[in-house]
């Protein structure tokens, strides 16, 4: 199937002219459009602009164990929000008391601890050499009395990562013992969790997992702005289809009446107005070719596979476009999926050789980690070997840490000690 689009010398000409003065709407984001126009509108008597509203488009959504999980997570912080209550902190604070944490040394530990949890509810590792340091005391002490914090409330809070978080509720729960087993593995290899559907316990497992905090300190979030995508990306029984968000555009209306549009001043502003509303429709225009070719070369990843290499030069070119202005096109803008809401930036990973993705690239580093020897953990400049091997390429050790990091993966020497604990 075919999405280039071919676009005429008028057209592009037009879009040249128009758009070199205007880049801050095709700039903007959706939910800053009104803002980005104001200028314009102050600037011209005879228009105003009137916000759009968003129409997220149900009909297609897919139920799946993430969105789920999402939903149930979004519902519950809704609930809980309408009740006074305290910070995290506060509530983690309270909970250093005996018989959990019976000495002064404990309480100490437990309270630096407390002091580098994210508002997510994780605990960062990285600073636990700080603490080691401040309190004197070792690095398996910490780890010792970070353990305890699976008793706290809320459930999976001091976890470094979303599969502890998961482990941490899994002890609370009670439920058989070879459906714990089940869902300790499901957690464990959450990468591959489809891979058990055949279990004859999966969906009594999938249950106990669905009912698990994420992030496990998400009753304490406060409500962050919510994302408006420009493009939806729907898999209809057709075929998949691309959408704009157009509900949410605003609308501009030229009001000329008792005027005499044939004044220099009045047919200047009424020429300005009309170039506001043609770069409206040239920001529409290009955002939907852009979805258009997202999808054709991304379509593995509407199906369910990995982002594949893809340089925005490439989709310049078959847009007839600069890469710079391509740039300013995809800054803040999202585009919704089965998959989820995902920045149009993320689909142009930056290719590191000529069909080489950063993407790819971190997959076999989580498939490296995941199939390490649980007793002698590989390190980061293990790591950057397999990855230069298997790619033919070289980087520096503090990309593959960089990546990481952005996983919530552990050290080497961290990671060995969490296995010693877990098995």
């Known amino acids: 199937m075919k999405l280039r689009v071919s676009t005429t010398q008028t057209t592009k000409q037009k879009f040249s002219s128009t758009l070199r003065g205007w880049l801050p709407i095709l700039q903007s984001n959706l939910d800053s459009l009104v803002e980005t126009l104001e200028p314009f509108v102050q600037e011209n008597p005879f228009i105003s602009v009137t916000s759009g509203c968003e129409k997220a488009d149900k009909r297609f959504e897919k139920k799946t164990f993430f969105s789920q999980i999402s939903r149930d997570s979004v519902s519950s912080t809704i609930e809980a929000l309408t009740i006074d209550k305290k910070s995290l902190f506060q509530t983690l604070h309270e909970q250093i008391n005996p018989p959990l944490f019976p000495t002064i040394k404990s309480q100490k530990i437990a309270y630096e601890i407390i002091e580098n949890i994210n508002s997510e509810g994780y605990f960062d590792t990285s600073f636990a050499g700080d603490i080691a340091q401040k309190l004197e005391v070792s690095l398996d002490e910490i780890e010792k009395i970070r353990k305890r914090f699976a008793h706290l409330e809320p459930l999976g809070v001091g976890a470094v990562d979303f599969k502890e978080a998961f482990l941490f509720q899994l002890d609370d729960v009670v439920i058989e013992e070879n459906i714990y087993l089940l869902v300790e593995k499901m957690i464990l290899n959450f990468e591959i969790i489809e891979s058990f559907g055949k279990e004859v316990h999966f969906q009594e497992a999938l249950s106990v997992m669905k009912k698990f905090r994420n992030p496990p300190a998400i009753d304490f979030l406060e409500e962050g702005r919510e994302v408006i995508p420009d493009i939806f990306v729907y898999d209809t029984h057709s075929g998949i ?102 920045p149009l930036k993320q689909f142009f990973a930056t290719a590191l050789e000529e069909d080489i993705s950063n993407s790819a690239i971190k997959e076999y580093m989580l498939e490296l980690v995941k199939k390490e020897n649980k007793l002698k953990p590989l390190s980061d400049i293990k790591l950057l070997e397999f990855i230069e091997e298997k790619f033919a390429i070289k980087m520096v050790r503090r990309t593959i840490t960089k990546y990481r990091k952005q996983f919530n993966i552990a050290s080497s020497s961290e990671r060995k000690k969490l296995y010693t604990l877990k098995f």
Do not use: H, W
């Open 241 to 342: 289809e691309v959408y704009l968000n157009d509900a949410y555009y605003p609308e501009v209306v030229i009001d000329t009446e008792g005027v005499d549009e044939t004044d220099g001043f009045v047919s200047q502003k009424i020429k300005d107005a009309k170039d506001l509303i043609d770069a409206l429709e040239m920001r529409k225009a290009t955002l939907y070719k852009i979805g258009l070719m997202i999808v054709e070369y991304q379509y593995d990843f509407f199906l369910g596979k990995a982002i594949k290499p893809m340089k925005l030069k490439n989709l310049a070119d078959d847009l007839g476009r600069n890469p710079s202005t391509i740039s300013r096109a995809i800054a803040g803008k999202y585009l919704s999926c089965g998959r989820g809401v995902i």
